[in-house]
């Protein structure tokens, strides 16, 4: 099980921005493999770190990471991956705004950077889910459109970086010549451009390719929530990474079945005679039908309680109830022998409404539903 990230960054929930990058900071430093040479429990402690600090720092992803954990962004079955997707270029791009310019973007602290990984761009589509979908978990299979490197381009060493993928920028100041390093106007970072293409190809030597991708979908997930399947965005030129793609879930609105977070809500409409007399009732639920037993008498406004078959809580956490409100239907039209009945039966003591004391009122039962 992944380690919470405050526990990695020794912070607490409520730690600001400024909080998050101090800790952060402090973490690369002691677990910087330049500083721990060979040291794999070291370089694991900083790819965390960093994974950590990467989703803690961004205010959306800490928002969702706050709500959902880990889940929110790797659901099970291999949504980013190991750390977040995160790979050591990724993690060294962090640098430039977590120790300034003159460790911009290299692969370590001992000053220049150097060429780095280019990385794709993402790709964005939305998945439609059932509610059945949603309370079981499901794979699914769709068709993205996407760039890669066309077969037969190659490409030669960039000559305004030499290679480097940064180009260095010495200014004059009242307190001496001082060197930044940027990235490379010319090859983007990558240290490498264009040398010859196929024909087929764009300008940066990429045609577009139809894909099969297989996204695994967790149980429990919400609607408008995003996952991530690393490395199947757009590829870059060069020596890059491809970019990943991101899922956005949208919930199908079900025909029975309301969801209220983990709850299922189902309205259930009985007639009078029912009421009066009881009975079995099947109802739908999210993995199948359910029968539930009405007592005699039972009254309009009753709410049944069926213990977790709700949606999974996407943490592990269980399973949320299904809420069966109970209507009983008042029939609007009576023959002459039907509403001879009725009148006949206005002032039985049986017909005059005794609500007792273990009857809860509509708000009682509001509060019920909601604690």
Request: net charge neutral; glycine share 14%; hydrophobic share 30%.
């Given at each position: 099980?992944?380690?919470?990230?405050?526990?990695?960054?020794?912070?607490?929930?409520?730690?600001?921005?400024?909080e998050i990058k101090?800790?952060?900071?402090?973490?690369?430093?002691?677990?910087?493999?330049?500083?721990?040479?060979?040291?794999?429990?070291?370089?694991?402690?900083?790819?965390?770190?960093?994974?950590?600090?990467?989703?803690?720092?961004?205010?959306?992803?800490?928002?969702k990471y706050d709500?959902?954990?880990?889940?929110?962004?790797?659901?099970?079955?291999?949504?980013?991956?190991?750390?977040?997707?995160?790979?050591?270029?990724?993690?060294?791009?962090?640098?430039?705004?977590?120790?300034?310019?003159?460790?911009g973007g290299g692969?370590?602290?001992?000053?220049?950077?150097?060429?780095?990984?280019?990385?794709?761009?993402?790709?964005?589509?939305?998945?439609?889910?059932?509610?059945?979908?949603?309370?079981?978990?499901?794979?699914?299979?769709?068709?993205?459109?996407?760039?890669?490197?066309?077969?037969?381009?190659?490409?030669?060493?960039?000559?305004?970086?030499?290679?480097?993928?940064?180009?260095?920028?010495?200014?004059?100041?009242?307190?001496?010549?001082?060197?930044?390093?940027?990235?490379?106007?010319?090859?983007?970072?990558?240290?490498?451009?264009?040398?010859?293409?196929?024909?087929?190809?764009?300008?940066?030597?990429?045609?577009?390719?139809?894909?099969?991708?297989?996204?695994?979908?967790?149980?429990?997930?919400?609607?408008?929530?995003?996952?991530?399947?690393?490395?199947?965005?757009?590829?870059?030129?060069?020596?890059?990474?491809?970019?990943?793609?991101?899922?956005?879930?949208?919930?199908?609105?079900?025909?029975?079945?309301?969801?209220?977070?983990?709850?299922?809500?189902?309205?259930?409409?009985?007639?009078?005679?029912?009421?009066?007399?009881?009975?079995?009732?099947?109802?739908?639920?999210?993995?199948?039908?359910?029968?539930?037993?009405?007592?005699?008498?039972?009254?309009?406004?009753?709410?049944?309680?069926?213990?977790?078959?709700?949606?999974?809580?996407?943490?592990?956490?269980?399973?949320?109830?299904?809420?069966?409100?109970?209507?009983?239907?008042?029939?609007?039209?009576?023959?002459?022998?039907?509403?001879?009945?009725?009148?006949?039966?206005?002032?039985?003591?049986?017909?005059?409404?005794?609500?007792?004391?273990?009857?809860?009122?509509?708000?009682?039962?509001?509060?019920?539903?909601?604690?």
């Amino acid at each position: 099980m992944k380690k919470d990230f405050y526990e990695i960054l020794g912070i607490s929930k409520g730690a600001d921005a400024a909080e998050i990058k101090k800790a952060y900071r402090k973490k690369a430093i002691e677990f910087h493999p330049d500083k721990n040479p060979g040291n794999a429990v070291a370089e694991e402690n900083f790819k965390a770190a960093a994974e950590a600090y990467e989703v803690l720092s961004d205010p959306q992803k800490k928002a969702k990471y706050d709500q959902y954990g880990h889940q929110a962004f790797d659901g099970s079955g291999g949504f980013g991956g190991g750390h977040g997707g995160m790979n050591m270029d990724d993690i060294f791009s962090q640098f430039g705004d977590i120790f300034g310019s003159a460790f911009g973007g290299g692969g370590g602290f001992g000053g220049g950077g150097g060429q780095r990984r280019v990385k794709g761009t993402n790709l964005r589509i939305k998945v439609k889910l059932t509610l059945e979908e949603i309370a079981n978990g499901v794979e699914k299979k769709v068709k993205v459109k996407r760039k890669v490197q066309a077969k037969g381009v190659s490409y030669k060493t960039c000559s305004t970086c030499n290679g480097q993928g940064q180009v260095m920028r010495v200014t004059n100041t009242i307190l001496g010549r001082m060197q930044s390093a940027s990235t490379c106007p010319t090859c983007g970072g990558s240290g490498q451009i264009l040398d010859k293409k196929p024909s087929e190809a764009d300008s940066q030597g990429m045609v577009m390719e139809d894909e099969t991708v297989t996204i695994k979908i967790p149980a429990g997930v919400v609607d408008g929530m995003q996952l991530k399947v690393s490395n199947k965005g757009n590829d870059a030129p060069g020596n890059s990474v491809p970019g990943d793609l991101i899922v956005a879930i949208e919930e199908i609105e079900h025909e029975f079945l309301k969801r209220e977070g983990e709850n299922l809500h189902y309205d259930l409409y009985i007639s009078f005679s029912e009421a009066v007399l009881g009975i079995s009732k099947d109802i739908s639920a999210v993995n199948g039908k359910v029968r539930i037993k009405l007592d005699e008498g039972i009254q309009s406004g009753k709410i049944l309680r069926l213990k977790g078959k709700g949606i999974p809580n996407i943490n592990g956490y269980g399973n949320g109830d299904l809420l069966v409100h109970v209507n009983v239907w008042t029939p609007k039209t009576l023959n002459k022998e039907q509403k001879q009945f009725f009148e006949n039966n206005l002032e039985n003591e049986n017909f005059i409404p005794h609500p007792e004391k273990s009857d809860k009122s509509f708000f009682e039962k509001v509060k019920d539903m909601f604690s």
